[in-house]
């Protein structure tokens, strides 16, 4: 059973770089899922999705976040990370790392990551 | 980008009750779609990947349908674990978009 955990700081200053890492326990990233993705929840509200990437290096972003953000792989770690630049208050969600086939299959548990001064 | 408006945003209903969520899409997308359901402080689990195929272990009360821009989950017989909010997804193309949410409450 694939297992995924998110970590990484719960506060971030406005203008900053929001890092993110997500442990994959149970297989490997570079044979589990065609895709590893990030998706974010404001409060309260609906779905967002930052973007993908697989093994093979292909990759997709949101256009709406495009400029700011990096998905990568660490297959020596078996980790998956998201950089996410430049943030401000509107960047305040739970964050979720997953995996699967544009569907997807198996979520962390999330993330809050508050940006605030 | 492709629109999904969900419908209806909330939905209160009884246990045994027959329940049914629609979800429309601004443009053609074949059947490539996908119904989560979250419950508060969770993570979205899959139900339903391409339009009606049921995932491993989800209840078979549970059923998928339609094509091109407009699709339906239903829930045949309320269980008690069902009330939770359902979210549509498609991943068409770029860039995969959520429905807003229903939230499916007790009447």
């Known amino acids: 059973q694939v297992q995924l955990q998110e970590s990484g700081p719960g506060l971030v200053k406005p203008s900053q770089t929001l890092s993110l890492t997500c442990a994959v326990s149970?297989?490997?990233?570079?044979?589990?899922?065609?895709?590893w993705t990030w998706v974010r929840q404001d409060p309260g509200k609906g779905l967002e999705w930052i973007g993908h990437t697989s093994y093979s290096g292909k990759t997709s972003y949101n256009p709406s976040l495009k400029s700011r953000v990096i998905i990568s792989l660490d297959p020596a770690q078996n980790q998956i990370s998201l950089k996410l630049t430049s943030v401000t208050v509107a960047d305040t969600a739970v964050y979720y790392c997953a995996g699967g086939a544009g569907f997807i299959d198996f979520w962390g548990q999330g993330t809050l990551v508050s940006v605030s001064s | 980008d492709i629109q999904m408006t969900q419908s209806p945003s909330t939905l209160s209903a009884s246990v045994g009750d027959r329940v049914t969520i629609t979800c429309r899409a601004s443009q053609r997308i074949s059947s490539w779609l996908a119904w989560y359901q979250q419950k508060p402080g969770k993570a979205p689990t899959l139900l339903i990947s391409r339009a009606s195929n049921l995932q491993s272990g989800v209840p078979s009360r549970f059923s998928g349908s339609g094509s091109g821009t407009e699709f339906t989950l239903t829930i045949s017989s309320l269980q008690p674990d069902d009330f939770a909010t359902y979210y549509c997804?498609?991943?068409?193309?770029?860039?995969?978009?959520f429905g807003q949410g229903t939230k499916l409450d007790f009447k």
């Open positions: 997804q498609h991943y068409d193309n770029y860039p995969y978009t």
């Open positions: 149970g297989a490997s990233i570079t044979t589990a899922a065609n895709f």
